[in-house]
């Protein structure tokens, strides 16, 4: 008499589910369709991104070096963001590291940079940078002089840069960006890219007061109830 569990039968293809794999085009992933309706919604920001190209393409850029500042929700990830596509599109190697989860640790930074160090025209990406500002003096005597010369490094954060970024030779690479409110035309072009046009866009423009996180969470909030408005939030 057998004893233990009884055991399941061995699994043939007859036994497995069938998959029709439809079409022969190529893969299409969820990070596409991602990466696809994020760069859709990207509106305004036009000085900031021009001054960004310039950096990327002058044989002599204006910077090489760009903090981008500003408050929670003013679009510091999304310029980041757009400006990896950008990149890319050059064919430029994108590092993109973010300070949350990196924190101010040098040798997790010093190794995403190590890869890179022998790239031509790397980008480096640093979001978030207020949580790994301990590293700035080592990143201004060490680390980022190994990288190539016509690396480009953009920080993102809530608080203005330190003070040795414009000393010591540093202020002569080294720009600030300071992002501000969208203004209403602006709001009304991220509003329209989430699809909302109609008679609440005023007030979600008024309400919102240019945050495009704000305008985001109204849109995403009106897209969804047909009766909800800024007025009464």
């Known amino acids: ?24 085009g190529p893969r299409r992933t969820l990070g596409t369709r991602l990466e696809h309706r994020d760069r859709d919604r990207f509106t305004g920001r ?12 002058a044989e002599d850029p204006p910077a090489c070096v760009i903090h981008v500042c500003g408050p929670g929700g003013i679009g510091k990830s999304t310029l980041l963001r757009e400006l990896a596509r950008r990149s890319r599109a050059r064919g430029r190697t994108v590092v993109a590291l973010d300070g ?27 979001d978030s940078y207020e ?10 005597r060490d680390l980022l ?30 720009a600030r960006i ?10 009304r072009k991220l509003l329209a890219a989430y699809g909302v046009a109609d008679s609440r866009v005023a007030a979600i423009i008024d ?14 909030a009106a897209a969804t109830d047909a009766g909800w408005s800024a007025a009464y939030s």
């Open 46 to 57: 036009h000085a900031e991104v021009a001054f960004l190209e310039r950096c990327l393409d």
């Open 178 to 187: 300071d992002l501000a409110a969208l203004p209403p035309d602006e709001a």
């Open 131 to 140: 949580q790994m500002a301990a590293l700035d003096s080592w990143l201004r």
């Open 145 to 174: 002089l190994r990288l190539p010369d016509d690396t480009v490094i953009v920080t993102a954060g809530r608080r203005p840069p330190d003070a040795g970024w414009f000393q010591g030779g540093w202020e002569s690479v080294t």
């Open 1 to 24: 008499i057998p004893s233990g569990p009884p055991r399941s039968p061995a699994h043939t293809d007859e036994s497995l589910p069938k998959i029709d794999h439809q079409g022969d």
């Open 207 to 220: 309400w919102a007061a240019g945050s495009p996180l704000a305008l985001a969470l109204a849109a995403d």
């Open 100 to 126: 949350r989860e990196l924190g101010p640790d040098p040798e997790v930074l010093e190794a995403a940079l190590a890869a890179v160090a022998d790239d031509a025209a790397p980008v480096i990406l640093l």
